[in-house]
């Protein structure tokens, strides 16, 4: 069992009170994978507490625009969010290590640094300065490389290349000589159909498909070295958590627990045939990044995550801790996953 | 007279703040034009030059809101109102200014307070790496449309009343 | 109950004459004082306006705004605009209603190069109402015409419409898809959406165009003189020299878009700046005038965004007082068959239409009604393209269609409110006559899609 929350007793209010809680999202509602955790939290904490706590799910721009789910949940508009902590690297930079970086863990090292590594604590840590309350909710797995309309066969490739790819990513592949691009989601379709970007990232082949990328790319590269495990996070407000009795605190915690390991075993499952149905029936060539062109991004990256470590004691602090662990963590799986991994699905 | 005094200032106020603003609008075009000419012709790109583009259209109308005010650019249904005297004209704006357009603002600023004030306190940043990062100062434009909106809105008030008062007719 | 009364009095005090964007923002407050008072309001709705009001100033779509009003403003105050629409006006002299004919194209390329309706609208109300009033057309009519052209960007692609229906049809299908146990699930996207509304879109403006035929043979007082200009050499280079300026600068957009050179939102930057370089090097726009085009410009966008704000706290307090109970229970309990389901959707959508703007309906009531509406068996690219339409109509019908708002700012004052509302019920009827031909038709929108994406 991860360890238990300590956020105090839980206030002794009699069992009958009931409440209904506002969860605001950075998904369209219905979102396949990513918007499924909230609403299945929502449905699961609702039948767990017999109706005491009643969790109604908000899509992005419902109640609130996509990016304004964090300033939400911490001044009390809504009592909880479903997001990626990545989002709010303006409001404290340390909080992109929580969702994933680039040729960062993969999602079982995720789990097992924050449940058992001394990651959540550090995470509760990041966000307590804004009465938030931080739970993993969900994980996406190695995400896919993108879709480009350009062949990225050597280093030189990079150079120009206009790609949509948000937050560290984006800044490392600046430094090999790419052409980060920031665009509304809104856009995107268009300008990667039109040219006006060359490339962009988006999850995996669940969502991908879904997206329908493959109507205006060619290429899809893996593996997603710049999102290697992307974390979801559930964000509580700290001060209703707090007067939630010990009981219903509980709920949301395990709730919230079950969704986490829900959304990984869901993509595990939905990225097989939706990544078959992109090859097999939409004829989209799958490509592996070159060797030469991964080793240069993860030089790249190193020094990116330095320099942001420079900046912020905080980011500091954290990814110190994050990089010990993925040390140790690294060294294990190489001779138990990756070796096991290579032998038994080998072509 | 004192209040006319201050009606004026706040008119030349508004009108310098609707010139900056021009300066703004035409600064925003050509910046976002250098985006495109950057990344099409020179395969070069800047977050920070695409977020200065988007910080400076939202200065262009929440500085610029007090401006329009002035000028009577703020679009009315018209139906009645066209038809109506000055005096009539002028109570509509008179009690609009008081019960509608000052409490507005008025909350406007209330709520957006601590929103803003939280993120000068974190000097909030970009959500890019290689973003401007200056998200405190762009929030701010919140409270500063309470500002340059509130401060016309005075005027016009007093304007009004002149009206009302039958004083001399101003511009 | 509280909400619709909210709604009505909002209606009533608009009728006073005060601003509208402080009428909608200062009535919502209002009630939500009272509904503080007596308990009826759901605080949290009004804890999100700072968030609400910094996700329109940090909305990358809407700097198309004050992109395109430029671009409509410098084409107006160096009159290129107008000897445009006048070489135009000869050229189609001989057929009544030639001028109008030329604004709908005109319209309908500008259309093609934004998804913005606030920027179409005051550009095409910029460009060419002036023109129209000046050469005797009736009031009611052109300004009909010029509301309902400029809408015709939330149909025709790109469309921040398509794009936000895109968003929400494609989760709705796949959940739709889930539940009916497809795990390999058909998709649908925005550029599905985009092939799928453009021949609905060209039959709309079609229709426009028959309605002005058909008036101009019935009723000919409503249109200018016909003028016979002889189509001699003079003449064709006048007509050269007005025509092929603007209309290079619409293709311009139109390319820099298709031909991947910038984003729909950065090529209203590229259509600004190439009005603004054409004005300058053909020396029809002075320093002093380029600093009036500039306060201009800024004059417009802050009417246009000031409603956006208004909106915010309306939709917020409306919601907050009961009005999403009220969506919840209208739309519930859809009966079983795909019309009935359907019928009731579109009508109540067209309701809310008078009520809320296109981005909160697309938000709120999509997702609450397009899984079940899938699930019985419509096509998702066809049911994108009728919400396209319907919501697109909400942008023309009183009192709070936006459209109307944009163009009223922008209008010479002898323009009257009541003839802009008279104007457009015609058009809202052909917009009504548009869904039922592709309530008949659903081929108009699928086959497109069909042929592109097999
Ligand atoms: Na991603
Ligand atoms: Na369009």
């Not at chain 1, 039948?47 to 304004?68: C, H, I, N, Q, W």
């Not at chain 1, 495990?229 to 707090?242: C, D, I, S």
């Not at chain 3, 009728?386 to 019908?397: A, E, H, I, P, V």
């Amino acid at each position: 069992q991860p360890p238990p929350a300590d956020s105090g007793a839980g206030s002794s209010v009699q069992s009958s009170e009931t409440f209904q809680w506002k969860l605001v999202t950075s998904w369209p509602k219905n979102f396949p994978g990513l918007g499924m955790a909230p609403e299945r939290f929502a449905e699961r904490v609702n039948k767990m507490s017999g109706g005491r706590l009643t969790v109604t799910v908000y899509g992005a721009g419902d109640l609130v625009p996509a990016f304004e789910v964090f300033d939400a949940v911490s001044q009390g508009t809504a009592e909880m969010g479903h997001s990626a902590s990545y989002y709010w690297k303006g409001k404290t930079p340390a909080s992109q290590i929580f969702t994933s970086i680039p040729f960062g863990m993969n999602a079982q090292q995720m789990n097992g640094w924050l449940n058992y590594g001394g990651g959540m604590s550090l995470w509760r840590e990041v966000y307590a300065p804004f009465g938030i309350l931080p739970l993993a909710g969900g994980n996406t797995g190695v995400q896919m490389g993108g879709w480009f309309n350009k062949e990225i066969n050597s280093l030189e490739d990079l150079k120009g290349l206009k790609m949509r790819l948000p937050g560290l990513g984006g800044e490392v592949l600046a430094r090999l000589g790419g052409v980060p691009v920031t665009l509304p989601g809104r856009e995107l379709f268009t300008a990667l159909q039109t040219g006006a970007i060359d490339a962009t990232e988006w999850v995996g082949p669940y969502n991908d498909l879904a997206f329908g990328l493959h109507k205006a790319a060619k290429y899809y590269y893996y593996p997603g070295w710049h999102e290697p495990g992307t974390v979801l996070e559930f964000m509580v407000n700290q001060a209703a958590f707090n007067s939630l009795p010990a009981d219903l605190q509980a709920i949301v915690e395990i709730a919230a627990q079950s969704v986490n390991q829900d959304m990984l075993d869901e993509y595990t499952s939905r990225n097989i045939a939706a990544l078959d149905a992109l090859v097999n029936e939409h004829g989209i060539e799958l490509r592996r990044w070159p060797d030469e062109v991964l080793v240069e991004l993860r030089k790249a990256a190193q020094l990116v995550m330095a320099e942001e470590a420079a900046k912020d004691p905080t980011m500091k602090k954290v990814l110190d801790h994050y990089q010990a662990f993925q040390q140790g963590v690294g060294a294990y799986h190489r001779i138990s996953e990756d070796a096991y991994n290579q032998i038994a699905h080998q072509e | 007279m004192v209040g006319w005094g201050l009606v004026d200032r706040i008119d030349r106020i508004s009108e310098r703040l609707g010139q900056l603003c021009g300066l703004l609008m035409l600064l925003m075009l050509l910046l976002a034009f250098l985006v495109v000419v950057l990344r099409y012709v020179f395969d070069l790109g800047s977050i920070a030059l695409q977020e200065a583009v988007l910080y400076l259209h939202g200065a262009l109308f929440t500085l610029g809101a007090g401006f329009t005010l002035k000028h009577q650019g703020h679009v009315r249904v018209d139906i009645f109102y066209r038809e109506w005297s000055p005096r009539r004209k002028a109570w509509v704006d008179l009690l609009g200014t008081l019960l509608l357009l000052l409490p507005f603002l008025g909350f406007i600023a209330l709520q957006s307070w601590d929103y803003v004030a939280n993120a000068w306190a974190r000097m909030e940043g970009s959500v890019e790496a290689g973003g401007l990062g200056l998200v405190y100062l762009q929030k701010s434009l919140i409270l500063a449309l309470v500002l340059t909106l509130g401060l016309q809105a005075l005027a016009e008030l007093g304007r009004n009343l002149a009206v009302l008062l039958d004083r001399e007719s101003r511009p | 109950m509280m909400a619709l009364v909210l709604f009505l009095c909002v209606c009533l005090v608009l009728l006073a004459g005060f601003p509208v964007a402080f009428v909608l923002g200062g009535t919502a407050l209002w009630f939500a004082a009272i509904g503080t008072l007596t308990g009826h309001l759901d605080g949290a709705f009004l804890g999100a306006l700072p968030n609400r009001l910094y996700g329109i100033l940090n909305n990358q779509v809407l700097m198309a705004v004050p992109l395109f009003v430029m671009m409509g403003v410098t084409l107006e105050r160096s009159r290129l605009a107008e000897q445009l629409l006048d070489a135009m006006a000869k050229l189609f002299g001989r057929v009544r209603a030639g001028l109008a004919l030329s604004v709908m194209v005109v319209g309908m390329l500008l259309a093609a190069s934004t998804g913005i309706v606030g920027a179409t609208v005051v550009t095409m109300g910029l460009l060419s109402l002036p023109a129209m009033l000046r050469r005797g057309y009736d009031p009611a009519y052109a300004a009909g015409a010029i509301c309902a052209t400029g809408t015709l960007g939330q149909i025709i692609p790109p469309s921040i419409a398509l794009v936000l229906l895109g968003d929400v049809l494609s989760s709705a299908f796949q959940q739709a898809q889930l539940k009916m146990g497809i795990f390999s699930p058909r998709t649908v996207s925005v550029g599905d959406l985009f092939a799928g509304a453009l021949i609905p879109g060209l039959v709309l403006v079609a229709l426009y165009m028959l309605y002005t035929l058909w008036l101009a043979w019935r009723r000919p007082q409503l249109f200018a003189e016909t003028e016979a200009v002889p189509l001699d050499w003079p003449f064709v280079i006048t007509l050269l020299k007005a025509l092929v300026p603007p209309i290079g600068l619409i293709f311009l957009v139109l390319g820099s878009i298709l031909l991947g050179v910038a984003t729909p939102t950065e090529a209203a930057a590229v259509g600004a700046f190439g009005a603004l370089t054409l004005a300058l090097v053909r020396r029809q726009l002075s320093a002093q005038a380029l600093l009036g085009v500039l306060t201009e410009t800024v004059k417009v966008t802050a009417m246009v965004f000031m409603i956006l704000i208004g909106a915010a706290l309306f939709s917020l307090v409306f919601r907050g007082l009961g009005g999403e109970a009220l969506i919840h229970g209208l739309l519930s309990d859809l009966p079983g068959g795909v019309v009935g389901a359907t019928l009731l959707v579109m009508l109540v959508i067209f309701l809310l239409g008078f009520i809320l703007d296109f981005i909160e309906i697309t938000f709120v009531v999509v997702p609450m009604v397009a899984p079940t509406l899938l699930m019985l068996g419509l096509d998702p690219i066809w049911l994108g393209v009728m919400l396209g339409l319907n919501l697109q109509t909400s942008f023309l019908t009183p009192p709070f269609g936006f459209a109307l708002f944009y163009l009223r700012g922008v209008a010479p004052p002898s323009l009257t409110s009541a003839t802009l509302y008279r104007g457009v019920i015609p058009f809202i009827g052909i917009q009504i006559l548009m869904m039922l031909l592709l309530a008949l038709w659903p081929v108009l929108a699928t086959w497109l899609p069909e042929r592109i994406y097999g």
